[in-house]
């Protein structure tokens, strides 16, 4: 999604301003562009595509100035093309823009009736002309941006700097995060604190409705109702170091191998090997008596939430709905009186689960979060955070953040069953034994590599993919899908496997496919025979599954991998693995870009 840095500098804007782009570029984007106070003007360059085009044009066509702003835009109004990237400019002022404004076709309608001549179909025109006339009207900067900030209705956050004005910098959030940074002698404003890291360590985060005014000598915020306010300077604890690939092609290839880490530090945070018990910090509920919970999330982390569910209602018995956040905060369903609710979240920064939070807590719910990022807007609205230790994650599909959210999700299954009597002491022990275990066992599916990548191979011809799996291997069926999809551009699907008759095996011949996640377990038997039927009618079964599994499948099943012996319970965490890698693999085998996949973006801060 958008990316916005900001800087009134001592010394040249521009290489500070794309240094600090690529920091943000994982979060997805299209085009880029940077924009100085040059000579009492504006000048700015731009560029379609990735930030190695604009570090291009920057090359032949330098642009000086100290004061300047920079973007990385993921398209929402209009093409990805040079023309529409930020920022946005007149003569007299120009901005960036996070998020969407959304009356801004209403206002383009009134500002064209005053002789306003746009050049891009963009939402931000409409707040660069906006601005424009009021400072066309005499207003000086600070006054304008105030006045404009009324007009404008939506989720984002701003930046802008003005002709005439050199060492000024302002900016505003209404939705979308951004963080002023405090240096010695200049300042800088960025959409997180990973972009402003190595610049300066000292950051103060907008509050909802904030804006400030950014000078060399410090910060002046103001609130919605525009009364000046005091924001906290906090040290962070984000590292500027640029996270690399080490050897690995890509990010995500390396964060799949972190796997067995990731997962080893997330767990130790939540339970005690040596004791055999889980240890939760202090919760905003009492899971003894709360009557419901909601879980929420956007994309792979609602997968997580939704296997949350399985393992909640399963263990603690606590009855649980788990629905995405854009149907959530829009559905107003009844909350109960005491009741709680978990958000799951890589980045803590995604509009609709941001949204959905406020839904739950205007509904009375205390609400826990579970979030990668310990300083995102999530991690601080939230009653409680309990963070996933997965390190930043790069590629644009979630990987390890994944897992070590489940890992989170399974030891507040057992707490919270211990909370209620619902588990001995005994199966306690069992089930943290069985998440000790993770980690190993995650290494051991990771040796199936190369197996994986065979099978990669398979898959990268089809047209059509189905990934199938029951109980709490139906979320991960629908992950795998999720994940070839978003990285390869395959069609998938992924369903439960009872449910299979029910249409998808219309879809079902020589040339599709079917993926099975199939432990030994309970539901072993069910699985297999629903595999069975696809089998007959030509389908190509490719199972994940264990040694006993492997035995039974064998027959019938074209393809099968065989995972270490685990504890059902731990079966969604490792299951995950092959599923990850495979998508991987297929996507390097269709020449994808695997980090950054056509579209996608990895903190999605729009509705
Ligand atoms: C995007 C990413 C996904 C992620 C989802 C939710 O779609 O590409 O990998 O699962 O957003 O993001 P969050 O940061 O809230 O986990």
């Given at each position: 999604?958008?990316?916005?840095?900001?800087?009134?500098?001592?010394?040249?804007?521009?290489?500070?301003?794309?240094?600090?782009l690529?920091?943000?570029?994982y979060?997805?984007?299209?085009?880029?562009?940077i924009?100085?106070?040059?000579?009492?003007?504006?000048?700015?360059r731009?560029?379609?595509?990735?930030?190695g085009?604009?570090?291009?044009?920057?090359?032949?066509?330098?642009?000086?100035?100290?004061?300047?702003?920079?973007?990385?835009r993921?398209?929402?109004?209009?093409?990805?093309?040079?023309?529409?990237?930020?920022?946005?400019?007149?003569?007299?002022?120009?901005?960036?823009?996070?998020?969407?404004?959304?009356?801004?076709?209403?206002?383009?309608?009134?500002?064209?009736?005053?002789?306003?001549?746009?050049?891009?179909?963009?939402?931000?025109?409409t707040?660069?002309?906006?601005?424009?006339?009021?400072?066309?009207?005499?207003?000086?900067?600070?006054a304008a941006?105030?006045a404009?900030?009324k007009?404008?209705h939506?989720?984002?956050?701003?930046?802008?700097?003005?002709?005439?004005?050199?060492?000024?910098?302002?900016?505003?959030?209404q939705?979308?995060?951004?963080?002023?940074?405090f240096?010695?002698?200049?300042?800088?404003?960025g959409?997180?604190?990973?972009?402003?890291?190595?610049?300066?360590?000292?950051?103060?985060?907008?509050?909802?409705?904030?804006?400030?005014?950014?000078?060399?000598?410090g910060?002046?915020?103001?609130?919605?109702?525009?009364?000046?306010?005091?924001?906290?300077?906090?040290?962070?604890?984000?590292?500027?170091a640029?996270?690399?690939?080490?050897?690995?092609r890509?990010?995500?290839?390396?964060?799949?191998?972190?796997?067995?880490?990731?997962?080893?530090?997330?767990?130790?945070?939540?339970?005690?090997?040596?004791s055999q018990?889980?240890?939760?910090?202090?919760?905003?509920?009492?899971?003894?008596?709360?009557?419901?919970l909601?879980?929420?999330?956007?994309?792979?982390?609602?997968?997580?939430?939704?296997?949350?569910?399985?393992?909640?209602?399963?263990?603690?018995?606590?009855?649980?709905?788990?629905?995405?956040?854009?149907?959530?905060?829009y559905?107003?369903p009844?909350?109960p009186?005491?009741?709680a609710?978990?958000?799951?979240?890589?980045?803590?920064?995604?509009?609709?689960?941001?949204?959905?939070?406020?839904?739950?807590?205007?509904?009375?719910?205390?609400?826990?979060?579970?979030?990668?990022?310990?300083?995102?807007?999530?991690?601080?609205a939230?009653?409680?955070?309990?963070?996933?230790?997965?390190?930043?994650?790069?590629?644009?599909?979630?990987t390890?953040?994944?897992?070590?959210?489940?890992?989170?999700?399974?030891?507040?299954?057992?707490?919270?069953?211990?909370?209620?009597?619902k588990?001995?002491?005994?199966?306690?022990?069992?089930?943290?034994q069985?998440?000790?275990?993770?980690p190993?066992?995650?290494a051991?599916?990771?040796?199936?590599?190369?197996?994986?990548?065979?099978?990669?191979?398979?898959?990268?011809?089809a047209?059509?993919?189905?990934?199938?799996?029951?109980?709490s291997?139906?979320?991960?069926?629908?992950?795998?899908?999720?994940?070839?999809?978003?990285?390869?551009?395959?069609?998938?699907?992924?369903?439960?496997?009872?449910?299979?008759?029910?249409?998808?095996?219309?879809?079902i011949d020589?040339n599709?496919?079917?993926?099975?996640?199939?432990?030994?377990?309970?539901?072993?038997?069910?699985?297999?025979?629903?595999?069975?039927?696809?089998?007959?009618?030509?389908g190509?079964?490719?199972?994940?599954?264990?040694?006993?599994?492997?035995?039974?499948?064998g027959?019938?099943?074209?393809?099968?991998?065989?995972?270490?012996?685990?504890?059902?319970?731990?079966?969604?965490?490792?299951?995950?693995?092959p599923?990850?890698l495979?998508?991987?693999h297929?996507?390097?085998?269709?020449?994808?870009?695997?980090?950054?996949?056509?579209?996608?973006?990895?903190?999605?801060?729009?509705?």
């Amino acid at each position: 999604m958008c990316g916005i840095v900001g800087v009134v500098g001592r010394g040249e804007a521009a290489p500070l301003l794309l240094d600090a782009l690529r920091r943000l570029e994982y979060r997805g984007y299209d085009s880029a562009g940077i924009a100085t106070l040059v000579g009492g003007g504006i000048d700015r360059r731009r560029a379609e595509g990735k930030l190695g085009n604009l570090a291009g044009v920057l090359e032949r066509n330098a642009l000086p100035g100290t004061t300047g702003i920079g973007h990385t835009r993921w398209a929402t109004h209009g093409a990805p093309t040079e023309r529409n990237a930020h920022p946005h400019a007149t003569t007299r002022v120009a901005v960036v823009h996070n998020g969407i404004i959304e009356n801004h076709a209403e206002l383009r309608t009134e500002l064209e009736s005053q002789g306003a001549l746009f050049e891009t179909e963009t939402d931000t025109e409409t707040f660069v002309r906006l601005l424009d006339r009021l400072l066309a009207d005499g207003l000086e900067p600070v006054a304008a941006f105030g006045a404009a900030l009324k007009r404008v209705h939506g989720a984002f956050a701003l930046a802008a700097v003005f002709a005439g004005h050199p060492r000024l910098l302002l900016g505003a959030r209404q939705g979308a995060p951004l963080a002023v940074g405090f240096g010695e002698g200049e300042m800088f404003l960025g959409s997180d604190a990973l972009a402003l890291a190595p610049l300066t360590r000292r950051i103060a985060y907008l509050e909802e409705g904030d804006w400030v005014v950014v000078t060399e000598e410090g910060a002046r915020f103001f609130d919605v109702d525009g009364a000046a306010v005091e924001r906290t300077v906090v040290q962070t604890a984000v590292s500027g170091a640029v996270v690399g690939k080490g050897n690995y092609r890509h990010f995500m290839e390396k964060e799949l191998h972190e796997h067995p880490a990731v997962l080893g530090d997330t767990l130790r945070q939540y339970l005690d090997p040596r004791s055999q018990e889980v240890r939760l910090p202090r919760l905003p509920f009492d899971p003894a008596r709360v009557p419901r919970l909601t879980l929420t999330a956007c994309g792979s982390a609602f997968l997580a939430a939704h296997v949350g569910r399985y393992w909640i209602e399963g263990l603690a018995r606590i009855p649980c709905d788990a629905d995405v956040a854009s149907e959530l905060r829009y559905r107003d369903p009844p909350l109960p009186d005491g009741g709680a609710a978990i958000l799951v979240s890589q980045s803590g920064e995604t509009a609709d689960t941001m949204a959905a939070l406020k839904l739950l807590k205007a509904g009375g719910q205390q609400v826990l979060s579970i979030v990668n990022v310990p300083e995102s807007t999530m991690a601080r609205a939230s009653d409680a955070a309990l963070l996933t230790v997965a390190g930043p994650e790069v590629g644009v599909a979630s990987t390890k953040a994944f897992t070590a959210q489940l890992a989170v999700l399974a030891c507040l299954a057992i707490g919270f069953a211990r909370a209620r009597g619902k588990m001995t002491p005994q199966e306690e022990a069992r089930l943290t034994q069985a998440l000790v275990a993770v980690p190993g066992h995650a290494a051991e599916v990771l040796e199936q590599d190369a197996r994986i990548r065979e099978l990669a191979a398979e898959v990268a011809k089809a047209r059509d993919v189905l990934f199938l799996g029951r109980g709490s291997l139906y979320p991960i069926a629908l992950e795998g899908a999720l994940k070839l999809k978003e990285i390869s551009y395959i069609h998938a699907e992924g369903y439960a496997a009872g449910e299979m008759k029910h249409g998808p095996i219309a879809l079902i011949d020589s040339n599709v496919p079917v993926i099975a996640l199939c432990p030994s377990g309970p539901l072993f038997e069910k699985t297999a025979s629903n595999l069975q039927e696809a089998a007959a009618r030509g389908g190509r079964i490719m199972a994940f599954t264990d040694a006993a599994g492997a035995a039974a499948l064998g027959r019938f099943a074209e393809h099968v991998v065989v995972l270490p012996d685990a504890d059902p319970f731990a079966a969604p965490i490792l299951y995950t693995i092959p599923v990850q890698l495979l998508a991987y693999h297929v996507a390097v085998l269709k020449g994808t870009d695997v980090d950054q996949p056509r579209n996608l973006a990895k903190s999605v801060t729009v509705e």
